[in-house]
């Protein structure tokens, strides 16, 4: 048991780790923000506390020494250089090791948190703050009680300060100030031993105070406020309400709170409630009770009812930001189970249409189809994470890289809270990285280059998110050096990837450092450079069903382009048909449908060549492929799919239409099977294939190949 | 009676003997509050004290001018009103309502 709640420990404090790294981003370009201080010093301080819990001693301790520091930032006495964030950085993936490598933390870990903690040191000893003394490591665990979530008490506090207060210095004011600060505050004066002028000793103090005071502190804290008159004051602190009591009680009426107070007994209240005036109005007219201490009553029933309503916001603030945990598998199996709910629902709806049976069913058809449709939507937006979740991660990079490299280079983010299917996103990462990486050391120049160049010191990356359609649309561009053309071109001689006297348009050239294992770089930096590039980005995008376009303008920069369907577990395809078998085509690859006759074929004597819009549309026959046996029809269509910038044409049967699909995938038995990239149940129940598109023209690729070397 | 600085306990006994002498001599006293920085309880006493007297002797004490945030601050923290205004004139219907309520019960 224990050992899963360490578990859901770790989870969390990974969780807090990664948004505390956000805001020290954050910081790193507004280092005052107070409400992110603020907040950087809570996820240190969760941390802490939740590590010592779950017997993280060492990691507690540590964060323990760390948040005293930061401590002093939230309190304006230390402010956030650049040196702090980047001290707190190193510490935040200390943190993570140390997690990591759970307790007992070894020597060497150990050590650097030595190292951090003396790093630390010698920043807060520049304000005067002494060393942490040694005791703090076990005052850690002690302090682990987190002060918000101490029920707040109300309480009443009767200060009645001695006339001769003034002489030793007091100033009552301060101390009520003083009080004000433990929470939320109110208080009464009372003048009533307030002689009038001529009567006055104005060094003398006449005044006292009933003051209502709800905190989370207790009765000790109160006390010490006035802890220096004990002599020359009388103060009387008593509970009032006790927010741990619960809330559901009616509020105290204003004859209970003068009852409690014994102002006045029940029965006097009770001949006056009879007579049916303001309770108030009546004490204060009828029974000679003293204004203001009604006045001090109504007070504190109006401080009660803030405190409650204060509380009750919280209990709800709690529950409407309550969210649960739920593995990412459970939410994969829903959306399996939704996808077979879909299918099964659609040859509901078919059988309904071939039985001929209408009326009542169809009726009910239609609203399970309608609910069946909710139900997918909402199964599909549980997986949907807002991309912004990944950037924080790349502004890391960008920082950490740049500064390795001498280079002043700053990443702007933009569309942030754009959905993508956590598995997009998470599958998104590598490639991503390898295109920030590449914008880095091969994009920005130096910082005295760009000076030269008549450009700013500071280069930009420009990572953003957008929603177009099926697809989001990432792109990620710099104001660098862009793609060196010619270089491209020489290099891909070099490697006799193209002939010396091809002639290829700058597009053309572009396209080849898709090619495996191409490198422009002259040495394999640290950064990039190995040759394990573009070609890996552009598998990965495929295998997302999406695709990677890129812009360049030497001198200018270049601009990656990522189209990715929103969502891996459904797609939008193209029913085919082939053999009396069916297949779907995603539609993110499909241009366009054309025929396909004997006749045509006849004409360009078999060459599998078709001129379409004014070109030549090479084509590959899907019959052929998969080995399907069989009569041709007289007439077959040519579905066209638009692969890299190239137009390939497959010839299928027959194009029934367009469908949306649940993708299931074809097992481990299958996954070597060409072309294909999962399978699909259709509405009256047969199985139809997808088509790997990609893989598909590579082989179809190949094949004119040989065919041509024969 | 135009007053300034910080009207602290130190000046209390001196002010005490200036709003009796403005009271004797004259039958409405105007307070000017624009140039006091701060105040303490002495002062906001004497206030009290001097205004009851006035009303007492069917004379009136009134204040005009802006107040200092400093002394609003003590108002409000000694709990003598609840958001204390910038225009002392205002301030004063605060706290002769106040003081009215209290009055009653002398009667």
Sequence with gaps: ?710 | MSLNGDLAIDRAATLREEFSAALKNAGAVIVDMNNVNSIDLSFIQLLYSASAEASRDKKTLSLTGTLSKDVRNMLETGGFCRHAPEDAAELETVLFDYHAVAERKVK
């Design chain 1, 1 to 710: 048991m224990i050992e899963r709640f360490r578990e859901n420990f770790r989870e969390e404090a990974y969780e807090l780790l990664n948004t505390l790294e956000s805001h020290l981003m954050h910081l790193e370009e507004d280092p005052s923000n107070s409400e992110v201080i603020a907040a950087v010093f809570r996820s240190m301080h969760t941390i802490k506390g939740s590590a010592a819990m779950f017997g993280f001693d060492q990691i507690s301790s540590f964060t323990h020494e760390v948040e005293s520091v930061l401590d002093l930032v939230r309190n304006g006495k230390l402010s956030f250089t650049r040196e702090l964030t980047g001290l707190t950085l190193r510490t935040r993936d200390h943190i993570r090791e140390m997690l990591e490598a759970g307790e007992p933390v070894s020597e060497e870990l150990d050590r650097i948190s030595e190292t951090l903690m003396n790093e630390y040191r010698k920043l807060a000893g520049t304000v005067g703050q002494s060393e942490p003394k040694p005791g703090t490591k076990s005052a850690a665990k002690n302090a682990i009680v987190d002060e918000e979530h101490e029920p707040e008490n109300t309480f009443l506090v009767r200060f009645k300060p001695n006339q001769t207060i003034f002489e030793n210095g007091t100033n009552p004011l301060l101390l009520l100030n003083e009080l004000k600060g433990l929470g939320d505050f109110s208080c009464i004066p009372y003048m009533d031993r307030l002689p009038e002028l001529s009567g006055l000793d104005a060094e003398k103090c006449y005044v006292s105070w009933d003051i209502i005071l709800t905190t989370h502190k207790g009765v000790n804290e109160i006390r010490d406020v006035f802890i220096f008159l004990e002599d020359s004051a009388n103060i009387e602190i008593q509970v009032i309400e006790r927010s741990d009591l619960g809330m559901d009680g009616p509020h105290k009426l204003l004859g209970q709170i003068l009852v409690e107070r014994g102002v006045i007994d029940r029965d006097r209240i009770e001949t006056i409630v009879r007579s049916q005036k303001r309770l108030g109005q009546m004490l204060v007219e009828d029974a000679g009770v003293n204004p203001s201490v009604v006045q001090s009553a109504l007070d504190e029933q109006d401080h009660l009812e803030r405190a409650r309503s204060r509380a009750r916001d919280r209990v709800q603030g709690e529950l409407a930001a309550s969210t649960i945990r739920v593995s990412s598998e459970k939410l994969d199996q829903q959306v399996d189970l939704v996808g077979e709910l879909v299918t099964l629902q659609a040859r509901l709806s078919q059988s309904i249409l071939t039985l001929g049976l209408d009326g009542q069913i169809t009726a009910i058809a239609e609203s399970l189809e309608r609910l069946t449709a909710e139900l997918r939507d909402s199964t599909m937006s549980m997986r949907m994470l807002p991309i912004g979740t990944t950037f924080s991660k790349f502004k890391r990079l960008v920082r950490d890289l740049s500064n390795e490299l001498g280079k002043d280079i700053e990443l702007t983010t933009d569309g942030g809270e754009t959905e993508l299917d956590k598995t997009v996103i998470e599958r998104l990462n590598d490639p991503l990285i390898h295109i920030i990486r590449n914008s880095i050391d091969h994009g920005i120049e130096m910082p005295e280059k760009r000076v030269n160049d008549g450009k700013l010191r500071t280069g930009t990356i420009r990572l953003a998110a957008a929603h177009a359609g099926a697809f989001v649309q990432i792109s990620i561009s710099d104001n660098g050096a862009g793609l060196d053309i010619a270089k491209i071109r020489s290099r891909a001689i070099e490697r006799g990837l193209v002939s010396k006297e091809a002639q290829l348009s700058d597009d053309e050239v572009i396209g080849l450092i898709f090619a495996p294992g191409f490198s422009t770089a002259d040495a394999v930096t640290k950064v990039s450079g190995r040759g394990v590039g573009m070609d890996v980005v552009r598998k990965e995008i495929e295998n997302l069903g999406g695709s990677v376009q890129i812009q360049s303008q030497q001198g200018e920069g270049m601009t990656t382009t990522l189209n990715i369907p929103l969502t891996l577990a459904i797609i939008e395809g193209l029913l085919v048909e082939i053999g009396g078998d069916r297949y779907v085509f995603p539609l993110a690859h499909v241009t366009e449908c054309v025929e396909l006759t004997e006749q045509m074929r006849g004409e360009h004597r078999n060459r599998r060549m078709l001129e379409n819009r004014g070109e030549l549309l090479p084509y590959v026959s899907l019959r052929e492929v998969f080995e399907i046996k069989g009569d041709t029809p007289v007439i077959q269509q040519i579905v066209v799919a638009n692969i890299e910038n190239r137009k390939i044409g497959f010839v299928v049967d027959s194009v029934i239409g367009d469908y949306q699909t649940v993708i299931k995938s074809l097992g481990k038995v299958y996954h070597d099977a060409r072309g294909l990239s999962g399978a699909t149940i259709l509405g009256d129940g047969a199985v139809a294939l997808i088509l790997d598109i990609p893989q598909l023209s590579q082989i179809a690729m190949n094949d004119a190949e040989t065919s041509l070397k024969r």
